[in-house]
């Protein structure tokens, strides 16, 4: 597929290959192993000597035409897709980092990550720093001579705090680590981390890339070299993403940048409407001029994205009786649905952590976190609002 095409053209004609049925729509390949002509083909195959499908933990052409679209679309010379989310942050950081390596992490991110980071990868010698996530000094200064890593979520969840990207690029480029963004929130139709200068981008395709809550799966692009290594460890680990998945989600890339424009117009014109309701004491949104590094975010995002976090005056009464109150919002940990959903971080998400380090990180119990959908913003504003007054 020719690269010069525009991102919506990309995100619906690239990596597509037809079968000898010359099929329109995508193929699904449901199937766990792909059959050889002979003995000799089977040897070439498996050696890597004759390039070819082999077996479904680590190739199959509905997954690889997935790949090939996101690739496209977050201009990453290669993508792995992975089981989830989290699969795609361990198989990065599993096939990159070895016993011995430092990770500096920014301190706002998503809380399986943090899960991952101090007892998985902490269990097999990776040690990983914590800074505030907008401090770019903080990242520079945290850098030991076995820091291999710097990752980072922006905006992060759910205070949607924005790391400038090209200078923490600037840093990794300058201290010879790998800079890794979770591109979770914006997606490439918002961002582009690796054309601001990242090396790796993390992706939970649970979220928008799917877009319609159907599926769990991750990718992680970058560079061939780094790919190729995520790419073995998969293969020999396995959280491959199930043929399936990669199909939903390859179709999801469709819609991509047309949801994404329509659920952040919809969360700006809620984040105002918010701010300007007596029962709000903060709105937490990028697209707000209020917002502390909106100038930032305008610069390296195309919108404010569609999560939206507020505080209601008052504390964990007063925020759950407005979710309590909702009676077409879902209640659900999920985000990146066209269906609206909405949390309380303290007693969810981020109830696993003590509560100094949930005040430390700004998550206060009056806290509540939007991930605004595609139904009509009127009512999207009357169900919020109705446990406010
Ligand atoms: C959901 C999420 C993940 C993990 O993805 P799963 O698909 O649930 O494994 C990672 N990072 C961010 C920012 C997320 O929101």
């Not at 998945?245 to 918010?274: C, D, F, P, Y």
């Not at 707000?288 to 195309?302: I, V, Y």
């Not at 009464?317 to 407005?322: D, P, Q, S, Y």
């Not at 909702?326 to 998400?349: E, F, Q, W, Y």
Request: hydrophobic fraction near 45%.
């Amino acid at each position: 597929m020719d690269k010069s095409y525009d991102f919506d053209t990309l995100a619906i004609r690239t990596g597509q290959e037809r079968s000898q049925f010359n099929e329109h729509g995508e193929a699904l390949y449901l199937t766990s192993s792909f059959v050889f002509d002979n003995a000799a083909q089977a040897a070439a195959r498996f050696s890597g000597a004759e390039a070819g499908y082999v077996y479904g933990r680590f190739s199959n052409p509905t997954v690889t035409m997935m790949q090939d679209r996101l690739a496209a679309l977050e201009v990453a010379e290669a993508c792995i897709a992975t089981a989830s989310g989290m699969a795609a942050i361990m198989a990065t950081t599993m096939a990159l980092l070895k016993a011995g390596d430092h990770i500096v992490s920014s301190r706002g991110i998503f809380g399986a990550t943090q899960q991952l980071f101090d007892n998985i990868l902490g269990r097999f010698g990776v040690e990983t720093t914590y800074v505030p996530t907008t401090d770019i000094e903080a990242y520079r200064e945290a850098i030991r001579p076995n820091t291999r890593l710097i990752f980072a979520e922006t905006p992060s969840n759910p205070l949607t705090e924005v790391v400038d990207i090209g200078a923490l690029a600037a840093v990794a480029r300058d201290k010879g680590v790998l800079l890794a963004i979770d591109n979770c929130f914006c997606t490439p139709a918002l961002q582009r981390p690796l054309v601001l200068g990242a090396d790796i981008v993390i992706h939970s395709a649970t979220k928008y890339l799917d877009g319609q809550g159907r599926v769990i799966g991750g990718a992680v692009c970058g560079r061939k070299a780094e790919m190729d290594e995520v790419f073995k460890f998969l293969r020999t680990a396995g959280p491959s993403l199930s043929p399936f998945n990669a199909w939903v989600i390859l179709k999801g890339l469709e819609t991509l940048n047309l949801r994404m424009q329509a659920q952040s117009a919809h969360a700006l014109e809620l984040a105002r409407r918010l701010e300007a309701h007596p029962g709000v004491a903060r709105v937490f949104y990028p697209g707000l001029a209020s917002h502390p590094q909106h100038e930032l975010a305008m610069r390296q995002q195309k919108t404010g994205g569609a999560i939206v976090s507020f505080e209601v005056k008052g504390a964990r009464t007063e925020a759950w009786r407005v979710i309590d109150a909702c009676r077409m919002l879902s209640v659900t940990a999920n985000l990146g649905d066209v269906k609206t959903t909405i949390t309380h971080p303290a007693t969810t998400t981020h109830g696993r952590i003590s509560a100094e380090a949930r005040a430390a990180a700004g998550i206060s119990e009056g806290l509540i976190r939007v991930a605004v959908g595609l139904e009509s913003v009127d009512d999207i504003y009357s169900d919020l609002v109705a446990g406010l007054a």
